[in-house]
């Protein structure tokens, strides 16, 4: 069984990792959850899972989150602010350590997890984005693995299994095209809160589905896959793909293409990240 501690346990890609634990009850326990200010969801989800050891990022709501689990035994360690989240990182039951927090929030965590041993699932790419320069050392000083969980970089990463060493050529990314694709550009001056949140094909956070609205987050994605699979910036190429079908696409040196196809369905590359280098039925 693989322990994990969750960094962003109420966010989107919290949620969506709780609810695969759930599903696979054999195969993973959570030990560890980080959120940042909502305490009736977080409350909800230690009664659930039972972690030893729970973080809210916001102090102010710390008195709330305890008298709302003051009947759980045994109670699990309570911490508070952006120390808290940095021991549940680094909780020494933990094997794999998600982490689903949104921005550069995530970086110093992660930063903890790796020097504590941890196995990372990344589903935040500004830790990479911000700091490679210092966390790709320290994966390799640390002798642990970073596995993409979004689902571009985790399709390119299944891709490359089994692929020798100095045989990508080319990264291709598809994007949707976000929900504003098919607009006329008069028509974006009329566009509305509720038109950026809603992403025609994936389910997600409302910053990522903002992002993929004006397309920065796939500015954001070519990126991270620099890091992630050292290619340069010419070698990184975006398609537009409205289905959301194909997660990306990788060419080899003899202009072979590979591909991973799958639903628009974050909780694939999630599982994924979780169970590798294994694949459960799903």
């Not at 899972?49 to 990022?57: E, G, K, L």
């Amino acid at each position: 069984m693989k322990t994990i501690s969750l960094i962003g346990s109420t966010g989107s890609i919290g949620t969506q990792t709780l609810d695969i634990v759930s599903q696979y009850p054999q195969q993973f326990r959570i030990v560890g959850l980080a959120a940042g200010r909502n305490v009736e969801l977080l409350a909800s989800q230690i009664r659930q899972f039972r972690p030893s050891i729970v973080a809210i990022c916001d102090e102010d709501k710390l008195p709330q989150l305890k008298e709302a689990i003051k009947d759980i035994q045994p109670q699990p360690t309570l911490l508070a602010g952006e120390a808290g989240v940095i021991e549940v990182a680094r909780c020494a039951e933990a094997d794999t350590v998600v982490t689903g927090i949104v921005g550069c929030a995530g970086l110093l965590p992660t930063i903890a997890a790796i020097e504590a041993g941890k196995d990372i699932a990344l589903a935040n790419k500004e830790t990479l984005i911000a700091g490679a320069p210092v966390v790709l050392p320290l994966i390799e000083k640390h002798g642990v693995k970073l596995l993409p969980a979004d689902s571009e970089h985790s399709a390119i990463f299944q891709c490359l299994q089994g692929i020798p060493e100095g045989s990508l050529r080319k990264i291709i990314l598809t994007a949707s095209g976000g929900a504003f694709r098919d607009w006329d550009v008069e028509k974006l001056a009329e566009v509305t809160v509720a038109d950026a949140t809603k992403h025609p094909n994936w389910s997600m956070g409302r910053k990522i589905t903002v992002d993929s609205a004006t397309l920065m987050n796939k500015g954001l994605e070519v990126i991270e896959a620099h890091y992630l699979f050292s290619l340069d910036y010419d070698d990184i190429e975006i398609v537009i793909h409205p289905q959301s079908i194909i997660h990306s696409l990788i060419e080899l040196q003899d202009t072979s293409v590979l591909a991973q196809l799958g639903w628009a369905d974050m909780r694939l590359p999630l599982l994924y990240a979780l169970s590798y280098p294994e694949r459960i039925l799903h």
